[in-house]
């Protein structure tokens, strides 16, 4: 049970972590002359992500869940996931936030996995939201967070495209790309 508790604590760990730099990227983008849009619904991001963790613990207890030989599935797909994430952030530098942060008239990073598709990071946290739970067995986490995350992103993306395209070069830049699934085009 303490890898399983181990494990969760990292990843909550790496959140806050990410927290910290969103913050320090947001600051940035301010200075710069930029400004945060759809801050209504942000507090129900944080709230499925914080709830997400919580329900996690709560399944693995009162189930007395664990690994099992399988788990090495989930656990391979959170790993990649990770990678994902790190290649996401790193393409994104100091315009990667976990706030809808924009600076009128830059230039929209298309490097990265972002060449392939619109909206990688989010790919990753879908991953992320499935695979964790699934590691330990935890259906109900897995399903319901999954389902929370759906109607939060649907809301987010819309108004995070709707703010990159009046204010960006994004439509122009991602016009050929898909949202979710990757497509190469020079």
């Known amino acids: 049970m303490t890898i399983i508790y181990l494990l969760i604590a990292v ?16 600051k940035w983008i301010v200075k710069q002359g930029g400004y945060e849009v759809g801050k209504d619904h942000y507090k129900f991001i944080v709230a499925v992500h914080t709830l997400f ?3 996690l613990l709560i399944e693995i207890l009162l189930f007395e869940l664990t690994l099992t030989l399988w788990s090495f599935i989930p656990f391979g797909l959170f790993v990649i996931a990770q990678f994902g ?5 790193t393409s994104l530098g100091k315009f ?9 008239g830059a230039r929209v990073v298309a490097k990265g996995p ?4 619109k909206h990688p990071n989010y790919v990753i946290v879908v991953v992320e939201i499935v ?19 759906a109607v939060v992103l649907y809301v987010r993306i819309r108004e ?11 439509k122009e830049v991602f016009s050929n790309r898909r949202r979710f699934v990757p497509r190469y085009e020079d």
Do not use: C, D, G
């Open 53 to 55: 963790f919580v329900a």
């Open 85 to 89: 994430r790190v290649w996401a952030l």
């Open 11 to 26: 990843v909550i760990v790496q959140r806050l972590i990410e927290l910290k730099i969103a913050s320090q990227n947001a």
């Open 160 to 170: 995070e495209e709707l703010a990159l395209e009046a204010l960006t070069n994004y």
């Open 114 to 117: 972002y060449r392939f598709m």
């Open 131 to 149: 695979a964790l739970p699934l590691m330990f067995q935890a259906y109900l986490t897995a399903l319901v967070f999954t389902m929370l995350n």
């Open 96 to 104: 990667w936030n976990t706030r809808i942060m924009i600076l009128p």
